[in-house]
């Protein structure tokens, strides 16, 4: 076989060492007749910064809105995570997007029985806005580009604990840019922090962008993942089309509301991922931006441009391991390359130490200094779409896009995003790429440097150090505090605050503004969300698919 040669160290020889995980097989090379054969040509393509996107939103590419450092951090208590904050905002991080513990994701305070055991944990604590205040001491949220955090399932209360910090500080609404997830589609296949019927959570998304279309239009109030869609196992070709379809329908209940499509589709993102290949991250991009204006523009009818032009967050990584974790370094590097190249406007970079801990100082540091060289030392951002016009280039984002296209028509043909979590057609196709994927990797055609290729057996020369910071003392400190938070707030304005955001929610109001009432009376994440659990029920999964 002519390809032997790129397959040392006992690499397989198998056709498939040839093939993406996004699913189409490479050719040895390209030419001009494989963009024919594809229907690519000038008018697919398009110019940067026009109609169908595909070289990227803007008509100077990076020049004057380069790439933004997002930084996704947080770690056991609020003082904790403040002194991360601080460092970042030192280190040049233009981006904070909290990461709060699993019980503050799923409604739960630190004295909640279900939270034994996790608190700070998996992020920092954080049960009122007293815990963000401390977060951000010292921090204006005004001094950073933006700020937020996931809020997937308590999409309302994030954004509330923002505005409500912003006027603890002295900030107005259009003093700050609040980026939040707030996708928790997602959640009920690919994540996990779901806890209200599905309906319901749709419902709550719905508030927080349309309360942002209607007061400050300047948010990015949904960031639709591809991220976990991908990690949990569909890839990115399959988990772009599911996040088109969660995205059409946050889109759709939106209109249904009666607002117009170019009042918040601009602030829409998705949050895109390949780690697997690098070609195929950029190709990824240029083919979703491409589909994204076809669907805005002859869909929903969008004539707004900032509609049809997709606003692109994404997380540079590759397979991260536990050994060998510094070569983890050169694979988040390469993987934010691509994201670079591709033009997105704002990039997480994983850490070296992620897979193992929560980041160290060092690794975080690192992790941003990786982008700022990227984007000040090497000429990245000197032209739009620097690799457009490749003939492989060109033919992957056209194979790409017409998997997409293909695999979002299925999504459509179940009955869109609610109908393929309720039939579990989602969970299936995740579960079957989970095992193919996990397949190759035993198969030794996914190589993994250091794990099952040129690995070093006893090798303790790479070990990382620790960085725990929450004990069961801290927990403790945490449910002690929260104990003195109830002491010392007005108990009766809390009472009064939880009671209309039950009124309201009842009534089918947007809840944004009684939850907003409620968190500035420092009620709790925990108690608010009871509010809505009492509403609306649980979620209770389906044991088959």
């Known amino acids: 076989m002519t390809g032997t040669r790129l397959r040392p160290w006992g690499v397989p020889a198998d056709e498939e060492f040839f093939r993406l995980d996004a699913g189409p097989a490479v050719q040895a090379a390209y030419d001009r007749g494989d963009l024919s054969r594809r229907d690519v040509d000038d008018e697919r393509i398009g110019a940067p910064g026009a109609f169908p996107f595909t070289r990227g939103i803007h008509p100077d590419g990076q020049r004057t809105t380069p790439t933004l450092v997002k930084v996704y951090t ?8 403040n002194r991360r904050v601080r460092k970042l905002v030192d280190w040049g991080a233009e981006i904070v997007q909290l990461a709060v513990d699993l019980p503050a994701q799923i409604g739960y305070d630190p004295d909640h029985i279900m939270s034994a055991g996790e608190v700070g944990r998996s992020g920092v604590s954080i049960a009122s806005l007293r ?104 890839g990115s070709t399959w988990g772009t089309a599911f996040a088109l379809g969660n995205a059409t329908c946050y889109i759709q209940t939106l209109i249904d509301r009666g607002l117009p499509i170019d009042a918040f ?61 510094l070569n983890n370094i050169v694979r988040i590097t390469l993987g934010s390359l691509a994201y670079y190249l591709a033009g997105v406007q704002s990039l997480y970079t994983a850490s070296y130490d992620e897979v193992i801990q929560t980041p160290s100082d060092e690794a975080v540091k690192i992790a941003v200094r990786m982008q700022q060289i990227m984007g000040l030392e090497i000429g990245l951002g000197l032209t739009a779409d620097p690799l457009g016009g490749s003939y492989y280039l060109e033919s992957l984002t056209s194979e790409l896009e017409a998997g997409i296209r293909e695999r979002f028509a299925a999504v459509e043909a179940e009955g869109g995003a609610r109908a393929c979590i309720d039939s579990g057609f989602i969970r299936e196709i995740i579960s079957d790429g989970a095992v193919r994927r996990q397949e190759r990797y035993e198969a030794g055609v996914r190589p993994m440097v250091g794990v099952d290729r040129l690995a070093v057996a006893d090798d303790d020369s790479w070990a990382v150090r620790p960085t725990s910071v929450m004990s069961e003392a801290a927990e403790e400190r945490r449910r002690t505090d929260l104990a003195e938070l109830r002491r010392v707030r007005d108990g009766r304005r809390v009472t009064g605050a939880l009671r209309d955001v039950e009124a309201a929610v009842r009534r089918g109001d947007n809840s944004v503004a009684t939850v907003l009432e409620a968190v500035r009376a420092y009620a709790t994440i925990g108690e608010i969300s009871d509010v809505l659990r009492e509403v609306f029920g649980e979620w209770v999964p389906d044991q088959t698919f």
Request: proline share 6%; glycine share 6%; aromatic share 8%.
């Open 74 to 81: 947080g770690l056991g208590t609020p003082d904790d995570t």
């Open 131 to 234: 815990d963000l205040e401390c977060v951000f001491d010292g921090v204006p949220v005004s001094r950073l580009r933006r700020v937020g955090m996931l809020g997937n399932a308590i999409g309302p209360i994030a954004l509330a604990l923002f505005l409500a910090l912003a006027e603890r500080q002295g900030c107005q609404v259009d003093d700050f840019v609040l980026d939040l997830q707030n996708d928790p589609l997602k959640e009920y296949v690919a994540r996990g922090t779901q806890f209200l019927p599905v309906e319901d959570a749709v419902r709550l998304a719905a508030d927080v962008v349309e309360w942002s279309a209607r007061h400050a239009p300047h948010f990015y109030p949904l960031d639709v993942c591809v991220n976990h869609l991908n990690a949990a196992g569909a």
């Open 265 to 325: 589709a601009p602030q829409i993102q998705l949050f895109l991922d390949e780690r697997e290949d690098f070609f195929a991250a950029i190709a990824n991009v240029r083919a979703t931006r491409r589909i994204w204006a076809e669907l805005l523009r002859d869909r929903f009818g969008a004539l707004d441009p900032k509609s049809m032009a997709l606003e692109v967050t994404a997380y540079g990584h590759g397979r991260e391991t536990r050994q060998e974790p």
